[in-house]
């Protein structure tokens, strides 16, 4: 069974400071997708990530594919109110199934 | 254009009874997706249909738990003598499949199981 880690579980900060959350596997996925969730509504995706080593940058957000495709990591550079809420990382299985894996998510919030 | 939606947005039911659950993804997508969110967790895989075919129903928990999409759009999941664990976020996502599957989400039901 493939399994998703996120770390942190929690993450409370200021406006403007710069922020780095984790997903982390044993196992390896063919591609990784990260979502952000706001209450009441389903995951919106942010950025898909498909080559080990890739990064990618959406605005002030950095998105890093590890060199074995086991994890990930998402960098926001001087967070802002709008960037609150709750993160998630999602693994496509090596065999490109389509039974994705999510990991618990990182909920995050951005004070003023 | 207008995204997944799903209906209805809360659902509650008593232990014992029968709920469907509804889900109408973007136009055009083949790839459709069910998952249940429990509080404080990810979504879990259920089910995903290509087309009309369920093409990976690993994650459904038991036999309880049917979908169904018989013309490739709208698609149904099907909880029979629901049970108090039951109760979660049942969250549909659609796809056109290519290239890497990336979905879209539907908002939601809220399944409460008294």
């Given at each position: 069974?493939?399994?998703?880690?996120?770390?942190?579980?929690?993450?409370?900060?200021q406006?403007?400071?710069n922020?780095?959350?984790?997903?982390?596997?044993?196992?390896?996925?063919?591609?990784?997708?990260?979502?952000?969730?706001?209450?009441?509504?389903?995951?919106?995706?942010?950025?898909?990530?498909?080559?080990?080593?890739?990064?990618?940058?959406?605005?002030?957000?950095?998105?890093?594919?590890?060199?074995?495709?086991?994890?990930?990591?998402?960098?926001?550079t001087?967070?802002?109110?709008?960037?609150?809420?709750?993160?998630?990382?999602?693994?496509?299985?090596?065999?490109?199934?389509?039974?994705?894996?999510?990991?618990?998510?990182?909920?995050?919030?951005?004070?003023? | 254009?207008?995204?997944?939606?799903?209906?209805?947005?809360?659902?509650?039911?008593?232990?014992?009874?029968?709920v469907?659950?509804?889900?109408?993804?973007i136009?055009?997508?083949?790839?459709?997706?069910?998952?249940?969110?429990?509080?404080?967790?990810?979504?879990?895989?259920?089910?995903y249909f290509?087309?009309?075919?369920?093409?990976?129903?690993?994650?459904?928990p038991?036999?309880?738990?049917?979908?169904?999409?018989?013309?490739?759009?709208?698609?149904?999941?099907?909880?029979?003598?629901?049970?108090?664990?039951?109760?979660?976020?049942?969250l549909?996502?659609?796809?056109?499949?290519?290239?890497?599957?990336?979905?879209?989400?539907?908002?939601?039901?809220?399944?409460?199981v008294?």
């Open positions: 069974t493939q399994l998703l880690e996120q770390s942190p579980q929690f993450l409370s900060i406006e403007g400071e922020l780095t959350v984790y997903c982390n596997s044993s196992s390896v996925f063919s591609s990784l997708q990260w979502y952000r969730q706001e209450p009441g509504e389903g995951p919106v995706l942010l950025v898909t990530v498909v080559t080990g080593g890739e990064v990618k940058k959406l605005k002030r957000l950095t998105f890093q594919f590890g060199d074995a495709r086991k994890d990930s990591s998402l960098h926001i001087a967070a802002q109110p709008g960037d609150t809420g709750l993160y998630l990382c999602a693994g496509a299985p090596d065999n490109y199934g389509q039974n994705f894996v999510f990991g618990p998510g990182t909920r995050l919030s951005v004070l003023p | 254009g207008a995204g997944v939606s799903q209906t209805p947005s809360n659902k509650v039911t008593e232990k014992g009874k029968y469907e659950l509804r889900c109408d993804p136009s055009g997508h083949t790839a459709l997706y069910w998952y249940r969110q429990s509080l404080g967790q990810g979504p879990e895989f259920l089910i290509q087309g009309t075919g369920a093409a990976d129903d690993s994650g459904l038991n036999d309880r738990f049917f979908a169904v999409r018989p013309e490739g759009s709208v698609s149904t999941l099907k909880i029979q003598r629901t049970e108090r664990g039951d109760s979660a976020v049942y549909c996502a659609s796809s056109t499949g290519l290239p890497y599957n990336e979905q879209f989400f539907g908002p939601g039901t809220r399944l409460t008294l």
